[in-house]
């Protein structure tokens, strides 16, 4: 069998696989193509590619003659269209959102996997490329508000007069939000949280932050780690408490998502409208809508003298590492759809497998997008 790396579009400074991973993957007598300059942007040099003892060659040979092609976004439209039906896609593909494309590679026959839709349980942790990424983009997140804010963020006392520590707001205490705490403690911040999950209140709290409780909050233990809808009774008291917080906060930190939804808007413009000067809000969720009302996607804008950035993609910002994480969560997936011998094995009998394929023989298969395309009709 042979197993493609694809260079990743203009923007994307990841790679699929990192020279470490491939070299494993070979030992397991899979043969690895490596697009010339795939890894480039996140440091990997071809000659490390071959040194682990996989084969440079051109994207058209891999889009032609691959069996499984590995890309961490959809190529360009005009060049799966020709790529040979029947082909394995493996990478993120945001298929809740894009259910049009996901039908589209399905008349193709293709059999695509979106690690995005691996079911959160204990045993995929190791393939769960969602939570290794938002790591990098919590950290990030803080970093780039750091850098942003016009203040210190820890307390300085001087000769010439006290500096006050920055106040941190973070909504959502998931991976990156998590992550996020820790890295603002260490800069010395003072933290409070909002988590519609009451579970997480002492994971909050373990890292030095002050988690801002919220009466009434629907269960979300069965959503996999994400936020659910909420009750409207249930937004209004939150609205009003994150108002409060807001308003208090230099920097605020977004990562609110709900699968195949929008981003729940938690920052009204009035809220940010009543941010002091100078403060810094980072929307995590700004792929899928934003957490503001205010967010633009991919753009930093101004609002009333609060900087507002929109930026889902903070983990490419450290492609060296995410490619690194990203890489072992791929190889421990490709362990449950290649054998021994190293050929492609598809046990749909697997949770994990029959969770994470979207599309085979010619059909969408998973139930989630399935019933968007059932809802689009």
Known sequence: MILAVLKEKAGENRVSLVPEVVKQIVQQQVTVWVEAGAGAQAFYPDEAYREAGA????????????????????????EWKNVPAGKIWLGIYQPLYNPALMQQWAEKQFSVFSLDTIPRTTRAQS??????????????????????????????????????????????????????????????????????????????????????????????????????????????????????????????????????????????????????????IIDLAAATGGNTEVTKNEETIVHGGVTVIGNSDLAGTAPADASKLYARNVLNFLKLIISKEGQV?????????????????????????????????
Request: include cysteine; charged fraction near 20%.
């Open 345 to 377: 094995h598809l046990n749909f009998e697997d949770d994990l497998v029959k969770g994470t394929c979207i599309t085979h023989q010619g059909e969408i298969v998973n139930d989630r997008v399935k019933q968007l395309q059932a809802a689009a009709v």
């Open 127 to 280: 393939m769960d490329v969602l939570s290794s990424q938002a790591n990098i983009a919590g950290y990030k997140a803080v970093l780039l508000a750091a850098y942003t804010y016009s203040r210190y963020f820890p307390m300085f006392m001087t000769a010439a007069g006290s500096i006050p520590p920055a106040k941190v707001l973070i909504l959502g205490a998931g991976v990156a939000g998590l992550q996020a705490i820790a890295t603002a403690r260490r800069l010395g911040a003072v933290v409070e949280v909002f988590d519609t999950r009451p579970a997480v209140k002492e994971e909050v709290m373990s890292l030095g932050a002050k988690f801002v409780e919220v009466e009434g909050a629907a269960d979300a233990s069965k959503a996999g780690g994400y936020a659910v809808e909420q009750s409207a009774d249930y937004k209004l008291k939150q609205e009003q408490k994150i108002a409060e917080s807001a308003a208090r906060a230099d920097i605020v930190i977004t990562t609110a998502q709900i699968p195949g939804k929008p981003a729940p808007i938690l920052i009204t413009k009035e809220m940010v409208s009543n941010m002091k000067n100078g403060s810094v």
């Open 55 to 78: 084969e440079i060659k051109t994207r058209a040979e891999l889009l032609q003659q691959a069996d499984m092609l590995l890309s961490i976004r959809p190529p360009a439209t005009e």
